[in-house]
């Protein structure tokens, strides 16, 4: 009973800052809520992933202006930065897929149970930040 | 939860039905296929990866119908889930109708910059 008395926190004008970092998510959670962040981070970049095809099929030359901006940069902006803005769409874009992935398969064989769930989100979790490590490993010339 | 249906529905909500949602996947599965056969091309390029071969990819004619279709499959994915955002967290109906226009317009203009440029390879 005197769990069910005491009062709980009751959130109304939720502070980013303050509130949402005291929330303590499961994986199937931080999936979930990535899944809208990575949708949203490639929409907006999404001008400039057309930029990318533009320039990288082309013509010989514009491809070298696509070369060119990952190493020597392009017009202000250094080439390690727009490297790096390409390493946040390479994980947008893997964590958005196999997510994407895992919800097809719920949706396909009805595998909705809290141990697959979480199960599910941990593999997920894991194949992206995994995956965007190795390919940014690469994208960074360190093999 | 308020009424939203019958003479109550919002002008700035979804299609109250599956049509949108089984979109969202097919269309979804769609992209992940053409992710596989995207990657399975540039893996199985002999030697490094330069302007020909990366362009010879998509200068198939099957390819480029795909990938067209691909578009659009990614345009409609993407308007569904932008307008599934801005319906969480925008609620007055005349900053989110502003917020679809621009998503919508958005959009647009990409998938016609990208049609452009696969249409003169």
Known sequence: MTELTKKRPEFRNINAFKDLTTYR???????????????????????????????SVSSELSFDTFS???ST??????GWFFKLVVLAIIWAYLHHLIAGVR???????HAVSKAFGKSSALVTLVLS????????????GLY | MSVNYGSKRVVTGAHYGLRDWLAQRITAALMAVFTLIVVLQVLFT?????YESWAGIFAAQWMKALTFAVFLALTY???VGMRDIWMDYVKPAGIRLALHVFTIVWLLSCLGWAVQVLWRL
Not at chain 1, 26 to 41: E, F, K, Q, Y
Not at chain 1, 130 to 140: D, H, M, N, P, S
Not at chain 2, 46 to 50: D, E, K, L, Q
């Open chain 1, 103 to 109: 919800h097809l398969y719920m949706d396909s064989f």
């Open chain 1, 73 to 78: 940069g392009l017009g202000f902006i250094p």
């Open chain 2, 77 to 79: 994915h993407v308007w």
């Open chain 1, 68 to 70: 060119a901006a990952f």
């Open chain 2, 46 to 50: 002999s030697g490094p990866i330069g």
């Open chain 1, 129 to 140: 930040i995994g995956l965007t490590v190795v390919l940014g490993a690469k994208l960074f």
């Open chain 1, 25 to 55: 998510l499961p994986p199937a959670g931080w999936v979930s809520i990535l899944h809208r962040a990575s949708g949203g981070l490639m929409f907006i970049l999404l001008p400039l992933i057309v930029w990318m095809f533009d320039t």
